[in-house]
């Protein structure tokens, strides 16, 4: 639930990196449909973990990381 600051926090991103893996964790505002119409082309996943628990959602960072093998990567929060 970011849709306040998510338009200004993609604008400022999505120029500088080629593409983006949004992890969706139950947002209940408009962030699903802000990220689709300010970053098309970008992916919006559903987390493999409920409830969050922090480590193992670095464990699912690591694997969407992984899918991309020789690019620059860095995981960003909101």
Request: net charge negative; charged share 25%.
């Amino acid at each position: 639930n970011e849709a306040y600051m998510l338009p200004w926090w993609l604008a400022h991103h999505r120029g500088r990196f080629d593409h983006g893996v949004l992890i969706d964790s139950d947002s209940n505002d408009d962030s699903v449909a802000i990220c689709r119409r300010l970053v098309p082309t970008w992916e919006i996943v559903r987390p493999e973990y409920t409830p969050f628990e922090a480590l193992l959602r670095d464990f699912e960072f690591m694997k969407h990381e992984s899918r991309y093998p020789t690019a620059w990567k860095i995981v960003l929060n909101t």
